[in-house]
């Protein structure tokens, strides 16, 4: 497709569930970024992918988060035991090359989410 | 570590009108500053995005200012309409890649 796609757009779940999130980049985009955005708030930047690569997880909150890109292109957010302050929106976002000097000027396209609700 | 703040939180006004958001950042070291819209339910659309080298950036009615020194973007926004209504988010890039540093939005509302 022509942008980035997340599923489900839409999760609820019971504490204490496993969720998984997919992101599917913009075809030919080598970096892929992971953000979390609690009602009211900014997103929050919580892991980066450069192919297959996890080269920052500095932001994920707990062990219970968990990221992977096995094939350099869709990439799965786990959250294990999910908790009620896990509440937000999952977004996802890809870019050409974040580490090319010539792309840091080239902006991030997001998906449009999933919403993720812990009952 | 890299802090943003916008102000006002939340703005309305009536259509028509020209009206800024205020963005400020402090770390001054960035390679760039971001503005996003995010509409209810959606995912952001980047808007501008104004090099570290730049002081502008302009795209139809919206005009982006970066003074680094004081830390401070700015968002134009000409002749307001209804459609401009949603959630405005500057965001600064600083370090080697592309991660971001978001401030937590201006809600605009823009009334017929």
């Known amino acids: 497709g022509a942008g980035v796609s997340q599923s489900p757009r839409y999760k609820v779940a019971k504490r204490g569930q496993d969720v998984a999130l997919r992101c599917d980049p913009i075809s030919g985009h080598v970096s892929l970024f992971w953000y979390q955005q609690a009602l009211g708030q900014g997103p929050e930047f919580l892991t980066y992918f450069q192919n297959e690569a996890q080269l920052d997880k500095s932001g994920l909150p707990s062990d219970r988060f968990f990221a992977e890109r096995p094939e350099g292109s869709v990439s799965t957010l786990k959250i294990q035991r999910t908790q009620q302050e896990d509440s937000a929106v999952y977004l996802c976002?890809?870019?050409?090359?974040?580490?090319?000097?010539?792309?840091?000027?080239?902006?991030?396209?997001f998906g449009n989410g999933t919403r993720l609700t812990v009952t | 570590k890299q802090e943003v703040t916008q102000i006002p939180a939340a703005l309305s006004v009536p259509e028509g009108e020209n009206l800024v958001l205020n963005c400020s950042f402090t770390?001054?070291?960035?390679?760039?500053l971001q503005w996003f819209r995010q509409d209810p339910g959606k995912g952001l659309t980047s808007l501008l995005l104004i090099q570290s080298s730049q002081r502008e950036q302009t795209s139809g009615r919206l005009n982006a200012s970066l003074d680094k020194s004081s830390g401070r973007s700015t968002l134009y926004i000409a002749a307001s309409q209804p459609g401009d209504s949603a959630t405005y988010l500057c965001a600064g890039m600083n370090s080697g890649y592309s991660t971001l540093t978001f401030g937590k939005g201006t809600m605009l509302l823009v009334s017929p």
């Open positions: 770390d001054s070291a960035i390679y760039n």
């Open positions: 976002a890809s870019s050409l090359d974040a580490r090319d000097l010539s792309s840091y000027n080239s902006p991030l396209h």
